[in-house]
């Protein structure tokens, strides 16, 4: 992963699912430079061979959501899900990037 840190800050990310659009995001994050990807909250186990060593999983969302590390949160889980969750990351202080539709 290009961990590279441009203007003297990386900026910490966690993703909430990665099925077909978590996994786009996990690609994109990849190749973009100040940018890190370091938690994902996902049930799959094969989620491990998808990311960095040093990004801590979790099968709990909330986990993710409500991290007080992160710069921002990526939701990438079914429609029914994104409330719920934007809610708790909102709450949680942190800023919340949501994959459409929202609900």
């Not at 203007?7 to 990849?30: F, M, S």
């Not at 973009?32 to 999983?57: T, W, Y």
């Not at 939701?75 to 949680?92: E, L």
Request: charged share 25%; aromatic share 4%.
């Amino acid at each position: 992963m290009n961990n590279k840190i441009v203007n003297g800050n990386l900026i910490r990310l966690g993703l909430i699912g990665a099925g077909r659009w978590g996994r786009v995001y996990i690609k994109t994050l990849e190749r973009m430079d100040g940018f890190s990807l370091v938690r994902l909250a996902s049930g799959n186990p094969e989620s491990r061979s998808l990311v960095h060593k040093d990004c801590q999983i979790s099968d709990n969302w909330r986990d993710v959501a409500e991290a007080k590390d992160l710069d921002g949160v990526i939701i990438a889980v079914p429609p029914m899900m994104h409330g719920k969750i934007t809610r708790a990351a909102i709450s949680a202080s942190n800023p919340v990037l949501v994959e459409k539709p929202l609900t």
